[in-house]
């Protein structure tokens, strides 16, 4: 490797600050994207007198203690969100998989159109998504509940599912299989005790995705819910009135539980990588 | 892709397309009111006086009640119990299922409205909509008739003379009152040096030129556009065409000046500092006082509007016999008393202001100064039990046709999407 | 597996696709036909509607709202700007300097999207209050005027817009940026290139997937945007998801929000077609 000879040397005090100028960057926009997080965080320690939460007029930890008893509708809501997305994920990741299996190993005529019909509901801007399924439930008199949401969920989440999937599923090694049947393992155990184990990490992302974006969504659910109210729902209704610190103290514990979880996932990876080689190796 | 297989997609596609197109179209059933036809004559009263049909009611109380509410509409402790609801509860041993799931007329009525279409239980005994909204369904048939006389005996005992024979429910066929509540201008004296009493300090563009960028405007079509028809000195339930072109106007000119167009969440600008003047209601306003003693509410001169939030019961209820109960039970001035105390909006029944100088001498007794202030505050509050003079300035919305609401919606959507 | 399976092998990855094929075609493309529908149709929610094709509708929604449209396209536009020149930076620190910590950078990232899109934004309606603690004390310094606002403002609208669709931009450009060689950067510079000739024309042609990728995740979502636009700024904000929002959930005026809602989408395709050609164009010169 020739040492490179650039014609003209930069000073290296000039050559350092350029390098760093990049990490700083780095830094300041980590921090922008963690500001408002940490209002959120710093508020639901507010201790408020009236309704509004947005002047700091002290400590306390009583929204931590009465978190689950002082707006019931607030924990309905929290539930109807995790229902939800509960079964959308199970649902979605389900048909998902299903979809990425059949896209990358087999051959079948309707290719194109399906890869439109995947795509396009990543590229729908969820406004139209909602808005459609709103005429449609509303065209053929269905009423809006739960269920439309847990419907419009599944929808949106195929997609996503199909595209993580299949990434995983794509840089699988076949040769694998083809092993383990030379060996006198039928399709279905095959794919049992070889390629599901191996591809699972790729659902099991597609699944937290969906989840994720289940547990999250707002626009999609504000037109399929009805009366029914989820918690983005339920934050959106409290904000025109004044949001109670339990939606603070709420985020926070759902950031912290999301950190926990990569942590865990982190710690996870670095054993699964330092443990017998898979097929990552070639 | 070859083509040959696009073209036969496509080909498929479009069929389907067309088969569908021809067949997709929103029906209401035959409901009593879907082939109505509306008098352009008649802006005030509803269609007609007597219902077809016999009223609900007469019977012993469901074990269960399903009350849909506004946000906030009903007094709350600190434990987010219900004090009104459980006494209910105890009292008749009814189960009700309480839920704050209307945040908009209009929202609410297009989610309960496929049912009611098609002849269904909406899932709600009570819902609590705003006068014009009750005109509206009332005309569409999608409420049950009641029997006052007989199923709600409180309230032709307790309730105010003014609440007897409302324009929109003559006879209070469909329902009774909740709360009432004024629009009027909410303002920050800290912000604004002068006295606020006339609507043309928040229209005027010359007025307002120097609070500009802190005026706020409520997004409600009717509390806007009527408070604009006031400002040009139209009766709003008189209101013609072209009254609400002017209206339009009216506001249009307004509009650089004005920092949003609100829900509830200009109260959160009045306490912040953000709004020097807005439009305003009178309950928002009060429960603001009590952080903020400064800020101010006023019916201007002009006139303001006095709006009613009225319970009723949709078509097709499970549980009228509990409904009527419940409606009877907050008629009690005891109840209305305990409500107003929490809500602090206009109760209909006046006896309650009685009861809460009551609760005022008991709360003195007990040394409890904190508690004894608070309820003097709403007792004497002109915000929740106006005085005779501001009444005298309060109007009605007008009860729009379907014609006219979209005619006015339209003129205000103008105005509130840039 | 089950002989009839077996047998009918050819079926199976029909199988598959059945069920979540199923599910889109009924809850996706149906429902876009059925605004195609409801968009021709005319009447009201009391008196019931009917199919009278009146397209007429077209075009008078587009005379009512051009407004509002074009300035959903303008914001969706500088909305995907900034994101890339913030995006894209972070992205190429990560991808090139990151080493071990790559993965935490992007974890860090997306962390903050683990939160509730509402109560961020609603946390940045409090930090760039009137009076808050950023604007608030700049005024007390004197550095801003008192008048000063940013709430209700097209830049609060953007921000907060840009803001919450950052991660989208940063991911494809990382996947982009990760996958180039970092020998061919070393060969550039062997050839006397400096490191800003390198950039612009070895990395950045190179990333050109990335860059597509990602501002059509940033752009497709920005122009349909309207809670941005409702919490953070005020009627000159307008977007065309607010107007298609109140048309359907307040007016309950669904013909001419099913109207808006498919010209939304013409709008967006229509842009994204133009787009994928002008990149395919600097594609091919070198």
């Not at chain 2, 904190?370 to 501001?390: G, I, N, Q």
Request: glycine share 8%; aromatic share 12%.
């Amino acid at each position: 490797m020739a040492a490179s000879t650039a014609p003209v040397r930069r000073a290296p005090v000039g050559k350092r600050l350029g390098m760093a100028i990049l990490p700083v960057y780095t830094g300041f926009v980590v921090l922008y994207l963690f500001l408002p997080i940490l209002v959120m965080a710093v508020f639901g320690f507010n201790d408020i007198q009236g309704r509004f939460n947005f002047t700091w007029q002290g400590f306390t930890l009583e929204h931590w203690a009465n978190l689950f008893n002082r707006y019931p509708a607030l924990n309905q809501s929290l539930l109807n969100s995790l229902t939800v997305a509960v079964i959308s994920t199970l649902v979605a990741t389900t048909f998902g998989t299903l979809i990425g299996l059949a896209l990358t190993r087999y051959e079948f005529r309707g290719r194109g159109p399906l890869n439109l019909l995947i795509f396009l509901p990543i590229a729908t801007p969820e406004i139209v998504l909602g808005a459609s399924l709103l005429a449609m439930f509303v065209s053929i008199g269905w009423a809006r509940d739960i269920t439309t949401i847990t419907i419009a969920h599944i929808m949106f989440n195929i997609s996503f599912v199909v595209v993580t999937v299949r990434a995983r599923i794509a840089g699988f090694d076949r040769a694998l299989e083809d092993a383990a049947m030379d060996l006198g393992a039928d399709e279905w155990t095959t794919f049992r005790k070889i390629t599901f184990p191996l591809i699972f990490p790729g659902i099991l992302a597609a699944a937290l995705l969906a989840f994720a974006l289940s547990i999250d969504d707002f626009v999609i659910t504000q037109f399929t819910a009805g009366q029914t109210i989820t918690f983005p729902l339920w934050v959106y209704g409290a904000s025109r009135i004044g949001v109670p610190p339990q939606v603070n103290v709420m985020g926070t514990l759902i950031f912290l539980i999301a950190l926990v979880g990569i942590g865990l996932w982190i710690l996870l990876q670095r054993r699964e990588l330092s443990a017998a080689p898979t097929s990552m190796e070639r | 892709m070859t083509t040959h297989r696009t073209r036969t997609t496509f080909a498929i596609l479009g069929l389907c397309l067309a088969l569908i197109l021809a067949s997709c179209g929103i029906e209401p059933e035959d409901s009593p009111g879907s082939t109505s036809s509306v008098d352009p004559g008649d802006s005030g009263a509803t269609d007609s006086a007597a219902p077809s049909q016999a009223a609900v009611g007469g019977g012993e109380p469901e074990d269960v009640l399903n009350f849909a509410n506004w946000p906030l509409y009903i007094d709350e402790d600190d434990d987010g119990n219900r004090p009104t609801i459980d006494q209910f509860e105890e009292a008749t041993g009814v189960d009700v299922t309480y839920t704050e799931s209307i945040e908009d007329n209009n929202s609410f009525f297009g989610t309960i409205q496929p049912a009611l279409a098609a002849g269904d239980d909406t899932g709600y005994d009570i819902i609590v909509m705003t006068d014009w909204m009750i005109g509206n369904m009332a005309r569409l048939g999608y409420l049950e008739p009641l029997n006052v006389e007989r199923d709600v005996p409180n309230f032709l005992e307790n309730a105010d003379a003014v609440y007897l024979d409302r324009s929109y429910d003559p006879g209070n066929i469909y329902s009774v009152p909740w709360q009432s509540g004024i629009t009027g201008i909410g303002y920050n004296p800290e912000l604004v040096d002068e006295e606020i009493t006339s609507l043309a300090q928040l229209f005027d563009p010359e007025l307002i030129e120097k609070y500009c960028g802190q005026i706020g405007m409520f997004i409600e079509m009717r509390d806007a556009m009527s408070l604009a028809m006031l400002y040009n000195g139209v009766t709003p339930s008189e209101a013609t065409m072209e009254d609400a072109e002017a209206a339009q106007q009216t506001l249009l000119d307004q509009a650089p000046c004005v920092r949003d167009y609100y829900g509830n969440e200009y109260a959160q600008g009045l306490a912040d500092g953000s709004l020097a003047i807005t439009m305003a209601w009178s309950g928002d306003v009060f429960q603001l006082q009590l952080d903020n003693p400064d800020l101010q509410f006023v019916v201007p001169d002009e006139g303001g509007i006095l709006w009613t939030d009225n319970m009723a019961i949709p078509k097709g209820a499970a549980h009228p016999n509990a409904a009527l109960a419940m409606m009877d039970y907050v008629y009690d001035p005891e109840v209305a008393a305990q409500i107003t105390e929490w809500v602090n909006y206009i109760t209909p029944v006046p006896g309650a202001q009685e009861i809460i100088l009551q609760h005022v001498a008991d709360a003195e007794a007990e040394d409890d100064a904190e508690t004894a202030d608070y309820l003097r505050a709403v007792a004497e509050s002109p915000l929740v039990f106006p005085t005779a003079d501001m009444l005298d300035r309060l109007f009605s919305y007008k009860v729009l046709d379907e014609e006219e609401e979209r005619a006015w919606n339209e003129l205000f959507d103008e105005v509130v999407a840039g | 597996m089950p002989s009839w399976l077996r047998r009918h092998r050819g079926l199976v990855p029909y199988l598959f696709l059945v069920p979540g094929g199923l599910w889109l075609i009924a809850f996706f493309v149906i429902p876009l036909i059925t605004v195609a529908s409801v968009a021709l149709q005319e009447g009201s929610l009391g008196t019931g509607y009917r199919l009278t094709f009146n397209f007429g509708i077209f075009p008078d929604a587009i005379a009512r709202w051009d407004t509002q449209l074009l300035r959903s396209l303008q914001f969706g536009l500088i909305v995907t700007v900034l994101a890339m020149l913030i995006g894209y930076p972070m992205a190429y620190t990560i991808a090139f300097r990151g080493g071990r910590y790559k993965n935490i950078l992007l974890l860090l990232v997306i962390m903050p999207f683990f939160t509730s899109f509402i109560i961020r934004t609603i946390s940045w309606k409090f930090i760039l209050a009137d009076q808050g603690f950023v604007l608030g004390t700049l005024k007390d310094i004197g550095i801003v005027e008192p008048g000063f606002r940013l709430i209700a403002t097209p830049v609060a609208v953007i921000a907060g817009i840009t803001y919450n669709f950052l991660p989208f931009v940063v991911l494809p450009l990382y996947v982009a940026l990760e996958r180039i060689e970092p020998r061919l950067i070393e060969a550039a510079n062997d050839l006397y290139a400096s490191r800003f000739q390198a950039f612009i024309r070895v990395t950045l042609p190179l990333s050109i997937s990335g860059v597509f990728a990602a501002s059509l995740l940033s752009f497709i979502p920005a122009v349909g945007d309207y809670l941005n636009a409702e919490l953070l700024g005020s009627r000159n904000e307008t977007m065309i998801g607010n107007v298609i929002q109140r048309l359907y959930l307040v007016n309950n005026d669904y013909p001419q929000a099913s109207a808006l809602s498919l010209i939304l989408m013409l709008g967006i395709l229509v842009s994204v077609f133009v787009y994928r050609r002008v990149l395919r164009g600097q594609e091919l010169t070198v």
